[in-house]
């Protein structure tokens, strides 16, 4: 049974100024999405600031997301970081609390060869017994993982899932059959890239990593489920209503935007780590003004 | 009387496997340095791998390194770090211990904008008090200066410095002219990159912060005076018998380079932190081939 698949909702971790985990603010995120009833929850990932939390209190974060979940649906962890031992160290945490699997960015400083991307990987699947979803995100990491090196690492036991970075709509069908063909049968293929991730499920992709799935689950889980019966044109029309969000999204970072709309919805109170600024007031009446012009109902069950 | 000029040398920082730094290790690099009179120290920097090491540790090499100088040379510390709170604090030990100048990189997982960053900035010099040198390396951290940035946070009180990444012999002059009339005079104006340095100095630029001049200080001072004194010829005679270095520098990164020259010379030993992974054989009998290529002396004071 493939661990990764339709939608991972990915909330984001509400903490202080000085880096301390809200766990109620977190409670009312995980609850939602327990509540939607979403494949499963993709706790610290870039949106969930993991980069930005200590060890201690990513702990604090999957204790807190486990207690809330209760085992009713499997948490995806965020172990990435810059130092080998350190991202052994996070996993086996993971493991410990019981995480579902671990999500395994390769965040770089100096920049990394890919034999040495293969042996930290390797590091940390063997060291910790975690199971693994790669996590190729070369926006934020600056490592790209290439068809040979993916297909290496698909390879190594407990390694078994990527999330891909976003792919054009164009590209999709051609990159999703490419990787395919380099993995074993049963290793989950998924995207990210809110605004892209509609074409590469419509071509096939086992699992949508998602932002906006994180806070509204129930309009990607629609497109998802629309994209697996073979109405393309719904997913398409779907999606094209989400529109005016992708655009903010873009010109924002999904971060930003999410974290504006937490607080607009009364959610929780938090704003990103700094050096990362919340939005300035015309960006977030830009924000409120986009969520009152979407259809009535878009984003509801 | 401006506080970063001449040789900037940049030695690594030893440490173990599990990021304890090798302090008598250390001590032989600063003391090299000590020796041949270079302009300051650049502890902590990149090669330094100030991102790959704690607060704790960090905290003991600028302690370890302040105790070999005994106030004999200035010592410039990178305090650059992912989250505000992190850099403010490290600026604040730095300060504390001694340095006298604080190096700010601006490392980032989720990109950020240029207020982002100028806040960040300001916030450092504010509350640390540590004179600080803007470190531009786009290459590592992923976010790059413009210059509309640089001359914002020029006026910045406290803000004394650039370290510029590698500029081309071609672009040197006109990039270091737009520069210089950006910021206040007595800000100086430093460059990086070794094998593109001589003719930023030739240029004019005020400072090389340099990672060959971190275990061979010599021959870079005799560049960087020879730059001065209107010999350039000379400069660009010495950098072009450096050039068998130069290509394995950007062929295998200086930093990986300088760990297999450190073990070479018998100096200490240690390996990069992991996941960067040690030269292999093969490359390391490049660096040894090269080293003996070069022509007797070029090394020596």
């Known amino acids: ?25 977190l409670r009312a995120l995980v609850a939602r ?24 209190e990513r702990r604090r974060a999957i204790e807190t997301a486990m207690d809330e979940t209760k085992g009713r649906l499997p948490i995806i962890v965020g172990v990435g970081a810059l130092r080998t ?33 293969f042996e930290h990987v390797s ?33 190594v036991p407990g390694i078994v899932a990527i999330k891909n970075p976003a792919w054009t709509a164009q590209d999709a069908p051609g990159l999703l059959a490419r990787q395919r063909a380099l993995v074993p ?23 949508w990593y998602s932002v906006l799935g994180g806070l509204f689950p129930h309009i990607c889980l629609k497109i998802i489920r629309a994209a697996r019966d073979g109405q393309a044109d719904e997913a398409r029309r779907l999606d094209a209503e989400l529109a005016p969000l992708w655009a903010l999204f873009r010109h924002y970072s999904s971060l930003r935007v999410i974290y504006a709309l937490i607080e607009m919805l009364g959610i929780c109170r938090a704003d990103p780590p700094r050096p990362l600024l919340p939005l300035a007031d015309e960006a ?14 878009l984003l509801d069950p």
Chains 1, 2 share one sequence.
Not at 36 to 56: F, K, P, W
Not at 284 to 297: C, E, F, I, T, Y
Request: glycine share 12%.
């Open 123 to 155: 590091a940390v699947a063997g060291e910790s017994g975690l199971a693994l979803v790669l996590y190729d995100n070369p926006s934020t990491t600056h490592f790209a993982f290439t068809p040979g090196l993916v297909a290496r690492l698909a390879q």
């Open 85 to 117: 031992d350190e991202a052994v160290r996070l996993a086996q945490d993971a493991k410990a609390i019981g995480a579902a699997a671990g999500l395994l960015s390769v965040p770089s400083y100096t920049p990394l060869t890919e034999d040495e991307v």
């Open 33 to 56: 999405l327990v509540e939607a009833r979403v494949d499963s929850i993709g706790l610290l990932g870039s949106t969930g600031i993991y980069m930005y939390l200590s060890r201690e």
């Open 1 to 25: 049974m493939m661990l990764a698949r339709g939608l991972s909702a990915f909330p984001v971790t509400p903490a202080d100024a000085a880096g301390r985990v809200d766990a109620i603010g």
């Open 185 to 207: 049968a049963g290793f989950s293929i998924g995207c990210s890239g809110d605004w892209l991730a509609s074409e590469t499920m419509i071509a096939g992709a086992d699992a």
């Open 284 to 297: 977030r009446r830009q924000v409120g003004d986009m969520l009152a012009s979407l259809p009535p109902g």
